[in-house]
């Protein structure tokens, strides 16, 4: 079975990026396994299809998953591949010239409604895309919630927008902070994963 498919980037975030709009890719999961294997696939940070979305207020729906083939909610790299993917593409309802009233475009998430706009342009590419993200939300009951990782307890704070994101400050990064944001990343307090930020506050001026 032969797939077309582009590849796109933000920021370093790579995506391979499918049309699927009759949703005929029945195991999208195992497909982002075997696509992003940078050795024996394309190689890529995971799989994103182009569906239709069932609500008359979308362009389109974005489903994206991961490299390991599980489903993430949303991903703002991602999202700016899709647009990018669908106004090169001409695929847009309203296929608009960047100005300060150019209309948002709306994409179908798991996380929800997200709106973008295509704010410059060259020849007939989108080349600067604004996602609006929305307001990150404080998901923790405190600032200073408890997790506890190998008998070790964690002083995290849980925040989301749109996609889940634990926050940790460290007084320095001399630990195996890789390995300890992939535990993380996987603990049951984060059925959907987890983005891990290690934070180390430095000296001088913070204003």
């Known amino acids: 079975m032969k797939i077309p498919f582009a590849k796109l980037q933000g920021c370093g975030n790579d995506y391979i990026f499918v049309e699927d709009w ?3 890719i029945s195991n999208p999961g195992a497909l982002s396994v075997a696509v992003s294997d940078r050795h024996f696939g394309v190689g890529s940070d995971g799989l994103i299809l182009l569906q239709k979305s069932p609500l008359p207020e979308a362009d389109a729906r974005m489903r994206m998953f991961n490299a390991d ?3 993430g909610e949303m991903c703002g790299n991602g999202v700016r591949g899709f ?3 669908m106004y090169d593409r001409k695929l847009l309802r309203q296929q608009q010239v960047p100005a300060d009233t150019a209309p948002q475009i709306v994409i179908d998430t798991k996380a929800g409604l997200i709106y973008a706009t295509v704010v410059e342009t060259r020849g007939n ?3 600067m895309i604004h996602v609006d993200m929305g307001v990150p939300t404080i998901q923790s009951a405190s600032l200073d919630e408890e997790l506890q ?3 070790t307890t964690y002083r995290i704070t849980r925040i989301s927008n749109g996609v889940p994101h634990c926050v940790i400050f460290v007084p320095n990064f001399d630990f195996d902070y890789a390995q ?4 993380i990343e996987m ?3 984060f059925p959907f994963k987890a ?3 290690f934070v180390q506050l430095l000296p001088g001026n913070r204003q």
Do not use: C, F, M, Q
């Open 22 to 24: 009759d949703e005929a």
């Open 187 to 189: 603990h049951p307090l």
């Open 69 to 71: 083939g599980s489903e």
């Open 195 to 197: 983005n891990v930020e």
């Open 83 to 85: 647009v990018k993917y």
């Open 180 to 183: 300890l944001g992939r535990k």
């Open 125 to 127: 590419e989108a080349t």
């Open 149 to 151: 990782i190998d008998g």
